[in-house]
């Protein structure tokens, strides 16, 4: 049931219902500073919570259906064997895993090189000095900066920019818009990103409850085979 | 009864005392012997057979009937009439007319019987003795007049005095005592060959009637005779005896001699090679055509007996139950195991039986040198005969149990025959089959339901999709919806790829879980089969050895039988020949040449292949075992050993009886070609060695050639006779039924009243 809940949440999302769930990141205000920052990527965690909460539910509630059908249900929909036993064919069975598994190493890949692209080229220090000295006057550094990363944004790198989960920093107005300091977004939407993570977490749900419905089944067995037996009675020596 | 035929051709005359003279023909006249006084049983036994053998075929057996009376109280008239109460019955006129004798007692008149009473004196006193013969006398006197009319003659051996006075019925009353009358101690065996020869002349020839022809008118003053008597013997049954075991010989020499080649016992081995092989394709085909009609596609190679296919016909009850196993799938095997073991074991049985028939059939045609007669394998029956013997069979027997014992019934990989065949063993058997069966179907529905269904593809794939899409997004800069379908294609395209290689696996593998569980099946009905067939094998190669030690038998005992045959015929050659050793007064004569001539004539005319295949059928039949099924009581061999001595012993009785013909073997002819016999020495000899034994210095004396019928005689020797220079002059001649037999008998006459024997 943990698969299909899954299925279902999988399903919702191509058919766009996860534009419902709150996605936008938190935003920390500063008291007397007329400061307010989003903190990055908690829209990523906003989003990934509420799937996480409604997939469980969905789960809880097919199981409970299933619990009081008995099996039947999945039994007559042919899905008894897949649930419990089906290891094949190994590339059909993972392949969501998998391809979660690869979407989110490249990410985190590509985040990791972008982040260390970011360092290298110096918007990160723009950005943790525009941080820190807020409003900076003169608009000297901002300048710099603009000069030195102003070629890669020409270069296409527009994308990872304009994620708004990312784009946590007022653009500042001393630098006219012409810069706008961030972090680096991932590769791909923000909701592949979720279903990768949930995927990964549904696949071990599955596995445990394969696993449970096999120990379940070898008890349920046991008990009916239990029934089954006739009791022997040794009767006593009469001594 | 050739002989008795022969001298029925005789002429007879009138033959009463007033017109008697010599040369008139002998009736036979049916005798009493009396062993009497102190005649020991041993020298009885003697007389009696010795005389019975000199017969010979011209006097039934029945004509001459012998009985031992020691004493006066035996002696009574109850008895000797019981004596000779079979004389008297008409049962015996008709066993003799049977016989072919028609010198037989005539119905309209008195029955002439003769009544020689031989009495031994030694240690009987004379009161004893004259009192024994005088109530003998008496007792024989009132059956006289019973029906019948006896001559009653006395043959008194041993020395002492008698006297019976001159009113005894006694005639002639003949002495014999240890001395002759030359004064020579005569030898016991001497005496007992005088008295046979004596006794022979009375039975045999006109030897009283001579005697009285000799001692008219003064036959009333006549007392004892002092007797002596010679014989040349023509050994009729030694030479038949001769023949008989050389005809024995001839017979059964092929069957035991044989020491067979390499070359032979290479074609043995081959051809019992073929044969069992062929024995045991013909049983395996009969198993597979059974087992076929119980639900199975069996074949086999015939050659090589491997197993090419065996399996459930798809329409079978039982292939159903085995591929789709329930709980009670042990029962249903157990009861097909059972009843096909059963059928196996009627039916099998039946074709096995024809086929160790033909196998025993082969056996006796290896002995049999008439193959085209056998209705047996046609490859068999078109070979070339092997040695018709004894060795060759044995060979061919013990080479057959050879192969027996080390083939193989059924060729197939991993094969082992049931060690036992009871219905609980088939019964554990048939569980360990549907455990394994079911385990087999278990191995299939395991990998079955690790195989995703076709929900389940669709429930794996689902989620795959919008990753699948957004790395080609990632990759590409395509539009978002084409790149959705083409993920999803591809995704599809997989998901059926692999669907159909998944089918395809698990297709394959039913394939092999049938194939399995079709072997399981298979091995334990070829395991039933295989357990029959050893079990048959095994007990065909027993029954082999105990024909092999049967047949080692019965050679080792018809050699041993065949090397007493040699002996007899040498003994039998022995006991011929000149006796001029000791005092023997018997010459036997015999004519070897004569006799080989016969065995030939015997063998050439005998039908020896009917006699081998009679032989072999025996052989066949009793020892090899004759009941077409190899079981353990088949075959009783101390029983089919006398059957076939038996039916050698009349195959030979038939071919001697075919060739020995007596009355070609003449005494007189015979003599003529004995160097001490011949040109009338015979005459001299008889006359020597006829001395009586007793007797003294009497005027009156005898000499009496007993021989053949006159007429025959005179066309024959009467030159001899009257021209040879050993020839007796004085002498009797009285006609005998013995050609075979010369004898002289000589007789010293004492008056009555005097008395000159020596004490």
């Not at chain 2, 049916?30 to 006097?59: F, W």
């Not at chain 2, 049962?91 to 005539?106: C, K, M, N, R, T």
């Not at chain 2, 092929?254 to 394709?281: G, Y």
């Not at chain 2, 005494?667 to 016999?677: D, M, N, Y």
Request: net charge neutral; hydrophobic share 45%; proline share 5%.
């Amino acid at each position: 049931m943990a698969w299909i809940s899954f299925v279902i949440v999988v399903l919702a999302f191509v058919l766009g219902l996860d534009r419902l769930i709150p996605h936008q990141p938190f935003t920390v205000t500063v008291p007397f500073l007329w400061i307010s920052i989003n903190i990055p990527y908690s829209g990523y965690f906003r989003m990934f919570f509420y799937t996480l909460i409604i997939w469980l539910v969905l789960w809880w509630i097919l199981s409970r259906l299933e619990e009081r059908s008995g099996f039947t249900l999945l039994w007559k929909a042919g899905l008894r064997n897949g649930m419990m036993f089906a290891t094949r064919p190994r590339a059909i069975n993972n392949i969501a895993v998998v391809l979660a598994s690869i979407i989110l190493i490249f990410t985190a890949f590509r985040f990791v090189f972008d982040f260390a692209m970011q360092i290298l080229t110096g918007r990160f220090f723009g950005y943790l000095i525009g941080l820190i000295t807020g409003n900076v006057r003169g608009g000297s550094l901002d300048y710099v900066l603009n000069l030195i990363a102003g070629d890669l944004r020409s270069r296409g790198l527009e994308f990872w920019f304009s994620d708004p989960n990312v784009s946590v920093i007022p653009v500042l107005p001393f630098l006219g818009g012409r810069i706008q300091p961030s972090l680096p977004a991932p590769i791909v939407p923000f909701n592949i990103i979720v279903l990768c993570f949930l995927t990964l977490i549904a696949a071990f749900a599955f596995r445990r409850e394969q696993r449970w419905r096999y120990e379940n089944e070898i008890k349920r067995n046991q008990i009916r085979r239990k029934h089954r037996q006739d009791e022997i009675i040794i009767p006593s020596s009469g001594k | 009864m050739t002989s008795a035929n022969d001298a029925m051709s005789v002429p007879t005359t009138e033959t009463n005392m007033d017109t008697w003279k010599p040369g008139n023909v002998h009736h036979l006249v049916p005798t009493l012997v009396l062993m009497c006084g102190a005649m020991t049983v041993k020298d009885a036994i003697s007389i009696q057979v010795n005389v019975q053998e000199r017969l010979g075929p011209n006097v039934p057996a029945n004509a001459v009937r012998w009985e031992r009376i020691k004493s006066v109280e035996d002696a009574s008239e109850e008895r000797i009439e019981g004596l000779l109460a079979p004389f008297l019955k008409l049962e015996y006129v008709e066993d003799l007319s049977a016989g072919g004798f028609l010198d037989i007692p005539s119905r309209e008149q008195l029955l002439d019987l003769q009544i020689i009473v031989v009495y031994n004196l030694k240690d009987q006193g004379e009161a004893v003795a004259s009192l024994f013969l005088q109530s003998l006398e008496t007792a024989l006197g009132k059956l006289v007049s019973k029906g019948a009319k006896a001559s009653l003659t006395l043959l008194v051996i041993g020395e002492g005095e008698l006297d019976l006075g001159q009113q005894t019925t006694y005639w002639p009353r003949f002495r014999l005592q240890s001395r002759t009358y030359s004064g020579l101690e005569a030898e016991r065996e001497r005496i007992l060959e005088v008295c046979q020869n004596l006794i022979v002349a009375l039975i045999t020839s006109e030897l009283i009637r001579a005697i009285d022809y000799k001692v008219e008118p003064d036959k009333e003053s006549v007392g004892w005779i002092w007797i002596g008597a010679s014989a040349l013997v023509v050994n009729l049954v030694g030479m038949r005896e001769f023949v008989r075991q050389s005809i024995f010989h001839e017979l059964v020499h092929p069957l035991i001699k044989a020491e067979l080649t390499a070359d032979v016992c290479h074609q043995i081995e081959v051809r019992m090679q073929n044969q069992v092989q062929a024995l045991q394709a013909k049983n395996l085909a009969s198993a597979m055509d059974i087992v076929s009609n119980y639900g199975w596609f069996a074949e086999s190679e015939e050659g090589t007996r491997r197993i090419t296919q065996m399996d459930l016909r798809p329409e079978d009850e039982l292939t159903v139950k085995i591929f789709e196993p329930e709980s009670n799938l042990s029962v249903d095997l157990s009861e097909r195991y059972e009843i096909l073991r059963r059928s196996l074991i009627k039916h099998l049985g039946e074709r096995a039986g024809e086929e160790f028939e033909k196998l025993r059939a082969s056996f006796a045609f290896r002995m049999d040198p008439r193959p085209e007669d056998y209705d047996i394998l046609d490859s068999v029956r078109l070979e070339k005969p092997l040695l018709p013997g004894l060795a060759a069979a044995t060979f061919a027997v013990e080479k057959a149990a050879e192969y027996m014992t080390k083939s193989r019934d059924i060729n197939y990989p991993g094969l082992s025959p049931h060690p036992v065949g009871s219905g609980y063993y088939l019964a554990a058997t048939a569980k360990l089959d549907a455990n394994a069966i079911h385990g087999e179907y278990r191995r299939y529905r395991r990998y079955e339901r690790t195989v995703l269904s076709p929900q389940g593809f669709f429930l794996k794939l689902v989620p795959a999709w919008p990753f699948l899409t957004a790395m080609i997004l990632v990759l590409t800069d395509w539009d978002r919806i084409l790149t959705g379908l083409l993920a999803a294609l591809l995704l599809s395209g997989l998901g059926i790829v692999q669907f159909i290689g998944l089918r395809h696996s698990l297709a394959n593998l039913w394939k092999r879980v049938r194939s399995d569980i079709q072997k399981t099946v298979r091995l334990s009905v070829l395991g039933v089969m295989a357990n029959l067939l050893r079990g048959y094998r095994i007990l065909v190669a027993g029954q082999l050895r105990e024909m092999a030690f049967n047949l080692r038998n019965l050679r080792s005992l018809l050699a041993w039988e065949d090397a007493k045959s040699l002996r007899r015929i040498a003994e039998s050659k022995a006991k011929s020949g000149a006796p001029f050793k000791g005092q023997t007064t018997v010459y036997w004569l015999a004519d070897w040449d004569k006799c080989r001539d016969y065995v030939q004539k015997a063998i050439a005319s005998a039908p020896l292949r009917d006699f081998h295949s009679s032989i072999a059928e025996i052989v066949a039949k009793s020892v090899v075992g004759g009941d077409g099924q190899p079981t353990a009581e088949s075959g009783k061999p101390e029983q089919s050993y006398q059957f076939i001595f038996n039916e050698i012993e009349r195959w030979v009785e038939q071919l001697t009886q075919g060739v020995f013909y007596p009355p070609e073997l003449k005494a007189h002819a015979l003599a003529g070609k004995e160097s001490p016999l011949k040109d009338g020495r015979r005459w001299k000899w008889l006359y020597e060695k006829a001395e009586p034994l007793g007797g003294g210095a009497f005027s009156k004396s005898f000499t009496i050639f007993a021989g053949e019928n006159p007429a025959a005689y005179e066309t024959t020797t009467a030159a001899l006779v009257k021209e040879s220079p050993y020839w007796v002059p004085g002498c009797q001649i009285a006609m005998s039924r013995q050609q075979h037999e010369i004898s002289c008998i000589q007789g010293v006459i004492e008056d009555i009243g005097e008395h000159h024997g020596v004490d």
